[in-house]
């Protein structure tokens, strides 16, 4: 059995025992048991490298159980912390540094290709001398499979060491690895005591306290038995800088938006939108409202705009699916309203605790019958906070509903990002209220954009009867074709006003080239490392990431015409030419190469993965050169 | 007349009082700069050219839009079927200006003097008031812009506004006042009704006074406090709660010392710091000695804990009476999120 013990063992190492190695970017993962604080760990961890001036990038890594069995390799729940000298975007490839609390989580992520072939493994030993046979059975099992790999494993007694500070180390042994990181790391302990305080604010004094030498002992022990550190160093930035995760920022940003009020039933993995909010919304005015279900929701949210408020309802895929009907009501009445979707993975229940990409056309065409509304994704935990702002102004603007795509990667990552300047002005003018013209009506449309002022109960002279039925502009049903063909073209030229307000987007590279790699969302990041990898090897890539997804932006053909070959990535399903039945004709795409074929007429093709997880920059660089045009630069 | 050497301690003191009170003050004056600036900016807009509508498209969509979205082009989708600003209702957004500008000078002094013989609560009643014509010129200025100010409802927005038609964000703002007066008129007890939400009054008597006259105005929400240290004052910065404090000019025997403090516990002895509680033997023997009995004997009670269970009361509830309330600053979400995030004070 290749497992290797420390190096430098019991002895405390001498400044020649320590080797730093100074790296620009670098990533741990923290894996556990379900319950035993390895996110919390990385969450203190991460934070403390961004006040030192690292780019940080985080993700969870949750199990699909809420409390999956312990010790068991598909139950592992933990965290990705990617470190780098300058701003990081994704969570990167592999993974250098792994601490596990136990050998089976570390399995879990071993046999998902999670760590570099050469990673260092700090793992939790008690397993090996565990009185129970069976357990010390799999300790061993383990460490077989594990010497497949040049890993470098080195032993840690972190239940005995923990065991000299608190009397339940399951409570606490996540603080002992944050000291172990913060000595290998070289962190402020004083930041880490801060971050610690911070985070256990809601609880005991005692914890804090428990926790801070918890933190001391494993930073001691890491400093007298392990033998390597790292340096990553720090960036200056000019701007103060904030650090969240996108449902925070999204939560943050409605706040900054001036929403009103945010409707919403529990749903992995939006809920955390709504806990945030329930902090802190009603200190500016807002109403969290957690309805019976996810229909309840979406109508509150559309009676709360309906009476002039500026009202949200989040969500995730299940979710929209049954807040279809209202949405169309929404859409028919022209009652502005935001819908946050914090997509995870699978139809039906899924993959309630995994990032995908595939909701997308179910949010554009979803809605039964023709209901035209914007679809926007942002692509970055900043994006997140911001894109609150825009959508309400748009929905307000439009008087139609506007869906917000956010996905999972981005629900959990936490990333450092510049402290929005915050405007009193993004909160928007208040509707006009001031009496209805004689004459005018609730529908009166304007026939170059569609758009008619929008009314609000109780204003004089604006009595109406809101109805989802086909109206005129008097609000009255009205089942006859002339009138159902006016209303769909007003509702439809809506979207085609605001797409003349679009700009073409911008590309990421070169203009022209072999291969225009194209995307939205949380893949931003990953795509963009491996564009530019691809570049440094001489290829010739470009990318382009869509933010407005509908309308799309304009100048999109023209600026496919100058690659050779279109190829979407994404993180939804497509079938893979040469498996068994799938012909050019019947293979089923990624979604958004579905949208922009019918869209430009261009043969766009895509390149897709549903692993649970975010795409790794690497596997996109791989997918790069394997879909290289012929005759390309390659 | 008192004398020169009295006319400077009182005059120290009240410096000291105000000194304490400044980031209250200047939390008001933030936020009624900030109101007059908007309303500054609103009748640029609504009354303004096609320029103005482009920058305000730029501004109202945010960071967000900025490279995806022709600000130009929006703004042409901006208001359509509106109609625009009447001039009565330009008339108002200008009142309005013109009343926040006069309450947001710095000039404007936190600092009451009750006429000798007269009533304390009134005058701290007509000072809220006036401070208030900020918030009401501030709701004369929503109604206005969305068209709904109606002169014979609402003109009584842009003058005097009293505390009790205040709301709970306006009372979260609320400007913190020192009041003098002589300290046979400092009759404290009918100013609860203004312990609501961030107020802050400290009273500054001139002679002495009862024994504890601010005992009647312990609440488990409300932070009290009577002292002859002026270095004391400095604690109403720390308390997040509605708070009243007395300032004696000198040191008495007769005078009770003691803080109360909302976030000391659940039960009253554990909130109650009594530093001095006189004897009967000090209370002199004026028309208000029964008066001052009273008031030791409900100090002495508060401070005495009780035997047998305690309750501990439902102090989250009592938090939340005080919690923020809607339409807080700008200002105040983006303290919020340094505090939150807390990278920024680093």
């Not at chain 1, 970017?25 to 923290?30: A, F, L, P, Y």
């Not at chain 1, 799999?138 to 460490?143: G, K, N, P, R």
């Not at chain 1, 408020?309 to 309203?337: N, R, V």
């Amino acid at each position: 059995m290749a497992v290797k013990l420390p190096t430098v063992g019991d002895r405390t190492p001498t400044d020649q025992d320590v080797t730093t190695y100074t790296v620009d970017d670098k990533s741990v993962e923290i894996v556990s048991d379900s319950g035993e604080g390895a996110q919390k760990c990385g969450q203190i961890f991460g934070a403390v490298s961004a006040k030192m001036g690292n780019g940080v990038w985080t993700v969870e890594i949750i199990p699909a159980e809420v409390e999956p069995p312990p010790r068991n390799p598909a139950g592992a729940s933990g965290i990705r912390v990617r470190l780098g000298s300058e701003p990081v975007t994704n969570w990167g490839d592999e993974t250098n540094l792994v601490i596990a609390f136990n050998e089976q989580a570390l399995l879990g992520r071993h046999r998902l290709n999670a760590l570099a072939d050469d990673a260092t493994i700090l793992i939790e030993n008690m397993w090996a001398t565990h009185p129970d046979p069976e357990i010390r059975d799999q300790w061993s099992a383990a460490m077989e499979e594990l010497s497949e790999k040049d890993y470098r494993i080195v032993e840690v007694p972190m239940e005995d060491a923990c065991l000299d500070v608190v009397d339940n180390p399951r409570r606490g042994k996540n603080m002992f690895v944050l000291g172990m990181l913060a000595w290998i790391y070289d962190r402020d302990l004083e930041l880490c005591r801060a971050q610690i305080a911070d985070a256990f604010r809601k609880k005991s004094p005692e914890v804090t306290e428990r926790s801070h030498r918890l933190l001391e002992s494993g930073y001691r022990w890491a400093g007298e038995h392990l033998d390597f550190r790292y340096r990553i160093p720090t960036m200056e930035s000019k701007r103060e800088m904030v650090v969240m995760n996108g449902n925070e920022a999204i939560a943050l940003g409605a706040v900054a938006a001036g929403l009103e009020l945010a409707a919403m039933y529990p749903i992995t993995p939006a809920t955390s939108v709504s806990h945030m909010l329930g902090d802190v919304f009603e200190r500016f005015g807002g109403v969290v409202h957690q309805a019976e279900d996810e229909i309840a929701a979406a109508g509150v949210s559309i009676g709360a705009s309906y009476s002039g408020k500026c009202a949200f309802t989040i969500t995730s895929g299940p979710g929209m699916a049954l807040k279809t009907e209202f949405l169309g009501l929404a859409i028919m009445t022209e009652i502005p309203l935001v819908v946050v979707d914090v997509q995870r993975g699978g139809p039906s229940t899924g993959l309630p605790t995994k990032v995908e990409q595939s909701d997308l056309l179910a949010a554009i065409f979803g809605q039964p019958g023709d209901a035209p509304h914007v679809v926007v994704a942002p692509a970055t935990i900043e994006e997140c906070f911001h894109v609150m702002t825009t959508a309400r102004r748009i929905a307000e603007v439009l008087r139609t509903v506007v869906i917000v795509l956010s996905d999972a990667n981005l629900a959990t990552g936490v990333a450092p990002y510049p402290r929005p300047l915050l405007s009193a002005e993004w909160q928007s003018t208040p509707p006009d209220q001031r009496p209805i013209p004689e004459g005018q009506r609730p529908y009166d449309w304007d026939p170059d954009t569609g758009i008619s002022r929008r009314f609000i109960p109780g204003q004089l002279g604006g009595e109406h009867t809101v109805t989802g039925l086909a109206h005129d502009e008097r609000s009255k049903v009205a089942y006859d074709s002339a009138v159902n063909v006016r209303a769909s073209t007003m509702r439809s030229r809506k979207l085609a006003a605001f797409q003349s307000t679009l700009r073409p987007p911008p590309v990421n590279g070169d203009e022209h080239g072999d291969l225009l790699v194209v995307g939205w969302g949380s893949t931003k990041g990953a795509i963009e490392e491996a564009v530019e990898r691809a570049r440094r090897e001489g290829l010739a890539v470009s990318s382009l990431h869509l933010t407005f997804l509908s309308p799309l932006p304009p100048g999109l053909k023209e600026i496919f015409s100058h690659f050779t070959k279109v190829m979407t990535v994404e993180i939804n399903y497509s079938d893979e030419l040469g498996d068994p039945f799938i012909t050019e004709q019947n293979r089923r795409r990624g979604q958004l190469s579905w949208l922009l074929r019918g869209a430009t007429l261009v043969d766009v093709d895509c390149w897709t993965r549903v692993l649970g997880e975010p795409l790794r920059p690497g596997k996109i660089l791989g997918a790069i050169r394997d879909n290289l045009p012929k005759g390309g630069s390659a | 007349m008192p004398s020169e050497a009295v006319m400077d301690v009182a005059t120290d003191l009240s410096e000291r009082a105000v000194a304490a009170l400044e980031p209250r003050i200047e939390s008001f004056r933030a936020a009624v700069v900030a109101a007059e600036e908007e309303v500054r900016t609103e009748v640029v807009r609504r009354v303004g050219e096609e320029s103005f509508k482009t920058e305000q498209a730029l501004i109202e969509l945010g960071p967000f839009a900025i490279g995806r979205i022709d600000p130009e082009r929006f703004a042409s989708l901006m208001g359509i079927g509106d109609t625009s600003l009447t001039p009565d209702a330009i008339d108002v957004l200008d009142r309005a200006e013109r009343v926040l500008k006069g309450l947001g000078s710095p000039s404007v002094r936190h600092t009451v003097d009750v006429e000798p013989g007269g009533d304390l609560r009134d005058a701290v009643k007509a000072a809220l008031a006036r401070f208030g014509r900020a918030f009401g010129a501030a709701r004369a200025v929503e109604l206005a812009r969305a068209g709904a100010f109606e002169p014979g409802e609402h003109g009584a927005l842009l003058g005097a506004l009293p505390f009790r038609l205040w709301n709970r964000a306006e009372r979260r703002l609320a400007p913190p006042l020192v009041v003098r007066t002589r300290g046979e008129d400092c009759v404290p007890a009918g100013l609860g009704e203004f312990l609501d939400g961030n107020v802050a009054l400290v009273l500054l008597p001139e002679g002495p006074t009862t024994p504890a006259p601010l005992a009647r105005l312990i609440t488990p929400g409300t932070f009290v406090m009577q002292t002859a240290d002026p270095d004391d004052l400095m604690r109403l910065r720390g308390t997040g709660h509605p708070a009243v404090a007395l300032l004696f000019d000198q040191d008495r025997p007769g005078q009770a010392y003691f803080t109360h403090d909302p976030d000391g516990g659940a039960v009253p002895w554990d909130r109650l710091s009594v530093v001095r509680i006189p004897s009967d033997d000090d209370l002199g023997r004026g028309r208000r000695a029964s008066a001052g009995t009273e008031e030791l004997a409900h100090l002495r009670a508060m401070a005495t804990p009780a035997t047998g269970e305690a309750d501990p009361g439902p102090s989250d509830e009592v938090e939340s009476l005080f919690g923020d309330g809607p339409d807080a600053s700008v200002d105040e979400l983006a303290a919020w999120l340094l505090s939150r995030t807390d990278l920024g004070e680093e």
